[in-house]
């Protein structure tokens, strides 16, 4: 909200020593927060002086253009005091017209230097200025012209336009709509320096009768209030006085025509949104209803918009006219001919405007209020104010009939007592200053022995609990008052398991070289189908979002890969060599358990209310995801790099659980996004419950997220995995007797995977196994089509004793002749 100093200075006597920075430090204290204080004329420099034009002969060019050479009286600024020589390509100002002029050495917006040179056969010595040059307008349809008297030739044009005029813009809070209008900024003022205000829509008014335009609500509840003034005779060519098209200005709005400019300019002096009808246009009674589902008008921007049964309209006979409080219809617009007009100032419901500028993408000055909350006391006066300005500058006649329908309603008492300030704030504020705070913001104040009754003024519906008076009373007495007290430290046990766990995981993942990422976890169909996910696949089955970002990802995920893939792509995109990233986030999967119960906000539920409610929640376990792609080992003059693959997705597994003290076993398994052959999946012991998968994915997936063939990826379930993990993971035992080692090379059927022939080497091998790895996979001529040999390395080792060669040997035998048992394994 922009607001010039003057226009505030109307309303409140401010004192004289106080400074726009002094003011502006004590709103933004009272909660209208500085933004940024401006000056119309700060980018102009340089002489910009009142001329009044001499003579003014046109010269056609070759080129079609006709210039006009101008001899301009400025007075003594040019400092000759003879009439400048000036070069002038608009038509709209003629001799003995007052412009304004800018000499040589003056600079315009945007930096545009000013000298006398030569054009079109003539020494310019200046420019004679449009509204759009001067930076003050969007019109560059022509000249300024001056009203006569608005100065004598050679006076300063910045004080004749105004450009010296100091404009506060703050930044209003969303609960502070009486913030958008001087009325309510100057009120604040007035409070922050206990000087006298002079309240804008305090006016008398004529009383309702029965003779006024005819308006019928039906929807008292949308439209509590609607007042209906006319006014006949209007001069549609009368132009906007320069004082009020400054200000509209210069609080950011665009003048426009006379009608439109009063409106707005009622609307930012008061805060009440006000529209104008061309009466001519009119058929019949006023109308205001609920729109049929299916509806469609055409309002004031010339969009067609079809309307929903929510939305508020005013009707005629002819139709709907307007979409109430949000925006007018094109019908009955004023228009370059309207000579009699109809002057609407209504309350609208503030959820309901809310919701219909929502639904139909309209944003307006007046919706901006309406949806915040509007005082609905002042309609009468708003509209009042209206037809006062329309006649007097427009020669209009005031219709004698005034239509009122409803009556603002009533804001609702809240109870507070006397020492709520001071135990929220921590300041010692006594009852007689609570009680004169809250009467300084125009509340009724009943007090009592143990508090106060506040009736919160009209124009503050966002005062409806104790904590809003809190906040008024500190905000007054001043936030630099609050002491700066640490808070306790609350008692507790540290850490719960659970982020224990999660720690130790993510000092594990960096530990392998993993970078932790955030992504949005939101997905739609196209997500699915880059993964390559089949239609019956069950992550394919999401929860809905009611109120999405974007229509292409309406749905919470299932899968955290989408988001770590895209995040890899783009990393590599941007020439990362190589990137090892992961995510823990909760995914969703749907559950059909019917809506959740909506129960009310002025209680806490039953524990009952609140098992139904997270009945109605969807599972929300915890996963982790990781990629690795690109480079994995850097190469260089000690050798040749890696590549990430398979096989360091596997082992990212295996260290998690390994540093939870976890027992997994992995299987060769099938699954999108993985290659098929390539995936592992990974379960709790030898029968526990399945944790994920792990491998290179597919191809076709690396080609569509920008990753590089063989990538590699992880998902599992963290809720499973820190479940079973034991709370501290022991030490490794550092023994000083000697270690035994054995190497095994078995055959056995392709098809079969190492991990079940590593575990029954364990198995056999008993309690002196103390390692098992597999260091070497052959498949070759040697051992026939269909097999593999895989050779492991056993190393034993005795906690008391040093082993004998028999023992080792023995436990070696034991080791082989399980694998031949479990998997058909045969010793090379």
Known sequence: MKAPLSWIKEYVDLPADVTTEQLTDRLTDLGLKLEAIHSAGDAITGPLVVGRVLTMEPEPQKNGKTINWCTVDVGGANGTGEPQGIVCGAHNFAPGDLVVVILPGGVLPGDFEISARKTYGHISAGMICSVRELGIGDDHDGILVLPEGAGEPGDDAFAVLGLDEEVIEFEINPDRAYGLSLRGIAREAALAFDAPFRDPALRETPAADGTGYEVVVDDPAGCPVFVARTVTGFDPAAPTPAWLAERITHAGMRPISLAVDVTNYVMLETGRPIHGYDLDRLQGPIRVRRAADGERMT???????????????????????GLGGVMGGETTEMSASTTNVLVEAAHWDAVSMFRTGKRHKISSEAGKRNERGVDPTICEAAADRVVELLVQLGGGVAGEGVTVVGTPPTSPSVRMGYDLPARVSGIEIDSATVVDHLQAIGATVDTDADGV??????????????FDLVEEVVRIVGYDHVPSVLPREAAGRGLTRNQQLRRRIGRTLAGVGCVEVVCFPFV???????????????????????????????????????????????????????????????VAHAVDRGPAPIYGVDRRPDPAELDKLFEALPLQPLHLAVVLAGERERGGWWG???????????????????ELGVEITTHQTQLMP??????????????????GHAGELHPQVCARFGLPARSAAVEIDLDVLMAHAVPVTPGPSISALPVAKEDVALVVA???????????????????LESVRLFDVYTGEQIGEGQKSLAFALRFRAPDRTLTEAETSAARDAAVARAAEVAGAVQR
């Open 299 to 321: 309002t004031l921007d010339g969009a067609q918009r079809t309307l929903s049964a929510e939305d508020l309209v005013v009707t005629d006979d002819s139709g709907i006219i």
């Open 453 to 466: 009754s506040v009736t919160p003024p009209p124009w503050r519906p966002d005062i409806t609990d104790p």
């Open 524 to 586: 739609g169909g196209a997500t699915f189908d880059s993964l390559g996910l089949p239609d019956d696949d069950a992550r394919r089955r999401t929860v809905a979002l009611a109120n999405p970002l974007s229509a292409e990802e309406p749905a919470y995920t299932t899968t955290l890969l989408p988001g770590v893939l895209k995040a890899a792509g783009r990393n590599l995109g941007r020439g990362a060599p190589g990137v090892a990233l992961f995510e823990t986030a909760t």
């Open 640 to 658: 040749a790099g890696r590549d990430a693959g398979w096989s360091d997705a596997i082992e990212v597994v295996r260290r998690l659980a390994a």
């Open 674 to 691: 993985w290659h098929p052959g390539r995936c592992a999946s990974f379960a709790v012991g030898a029968d526990g419950p399945a944790l």
């Open 750 to 768: 392709a098809d079969v995977p190492s991990a079940t022939v590593e575990a029954a080497l364990r198995e056999g091998a008993g309690e002196l």
